[in-house]
């Protein structure tokens, strides 16, 4: 049989601002759009942030949330994940409140405190829509994005314990991989694992073949026959280390969230192009993209019936 590759699609994230893109959504009708589209594209999990519909600024606002989520439940089958990371200038309570009160299906969880800097991106631009944007990326020049063992538990045991979320877990470098081996030792975390190798963030692993071939060897090492891996990598790199990462096996992530364009200084009209793009060559590859049913039986997940909308 041929195996099934997994897309999610990250619609709007937390790092690109209004400026950057007039395709990136911000409104809950957008981002409910943006994402109905990638998943009708061929998306099987909708990894979801929220922005502030004013201004475009990252949001963990509950009703910011509300804004989309049923709307993209109602009209389609896709898995919902939603991000605990929010951002960096977040606490852990304000990133955890939306998974808190919607308990999906799929959450993200960073696997350790790390730099995250953006603010290379304000060179890019001498105007900006929204004041808010230079003085985010200029704050994470001296922001750490706290992930400390502490916060890691208390995302596994309030959301996959008591909830039944499983996690897309985020490995950023090396050390999250062990710290990952770490918790799968200690049984607070279960197969199978569903790892995303994140590449291209400065202050993690660069967006390098390398990188990703060490980061799967590790991965390997550590985590046997326990978990699935998938890729994502920012700006230009992301089409084609997806690629490789079905190549070694693995799924993948595209969308907004991660990058602008569609191919190099082209910005991507929509997340749906970049699922479209990154399927066409996954099918060309002799391989077929799973459906939202295939990933619930394959990461074992409770069910879309099960999640607060």
């Known amino acids: ?24 959504p911000v409104t809950g009708p957008e981002i409910a759009t943006a994402s109905i589209d990638a998943a009708e594209a061929g998306a099987a999990i909708i990894h979801l942030h929220a922005r502030d519909p004013e201004n475009g600024k990252p949001s963990a606002d509950v009703n910011h949330f509300h804004g989309f989520i049923p709307q993209i439940h109602q009209a389609s089958d896709a898995v919902i ?11 852990l309570d304000q ?11 799929m959450c993200s969880l960073n696997m350790g405190s790390m730099n995250f800097g953006i603010f290379t991106l304000k060179n890019r631009f001498k105007e900006w829509q929204h004041d ?15 992930n400390t063992y502490d916060d890691i538990e208390t995302i596994l045991s309030d959301l996959g314990d008591k909830d039944g979320a499983r996690f897309e877990f985020e490995c950023y470098d090396l050390g999250h991989i062990e710290t990952l081996a770490f918790y799968l030792r200690q049984g607070l975390v279960k197969a ?13 692993a660069g967006a390098s073949p390398e990188n990703l071939m060490t980061m799967k060897a590790a991965a ?15 700006g230009s790199k992301q089409i084609p280390l997806a690629t490789l990462g079905v190549i070694l096996g693995g799924n993948v992530r595209v969308g907004l969230e991660d990058s ?29 993209v799973a459906s939202p049913t295939e990933v619930r039986e394959l990461l074992e997940l409770k069910g879309r019936d099960n999640i607060r909308t």
């Open 132 to 146: 808010w944007e230079p003085a985010l990326l200029d704050a994470t020049r001296d922001t750490v994005f706290k």
């Open 192 to 204: 199978p694992l569903y790892v995303q190798f994140v590449l291209g963030v400065m202050g993690g």
């Open 260 to 288: 602008l364009i569609n191919t190099e200084g082209v910005l991507a009209k929509s997340s749906a192009e970049q699922v479209t793009k990154i399927r066409t060559i996954i099918e060309a590859l002799g391989y077929e």
């Open 1 to 24: 049989m041929k195996r099934k590759i997994i897309i999610t699609c990250a619609v709007t994230g937390s790092i690109y601002t209004p400026t950057m893109s007039p395709h990136l």
């Open 220 to 234: 390997d090492r550590l985590l046997g026959d326990t978990y699935q891996f998938s890729v994502v990598a920012a």
């Open 95 to 105: 990133r955890l409140a939306p998974a808190r009160h919607i308990k999906p299906e």
């Open 81 to 91: 994940n939603i991000s605990t990371g929010g951002s960096s200038l977040m606490t």
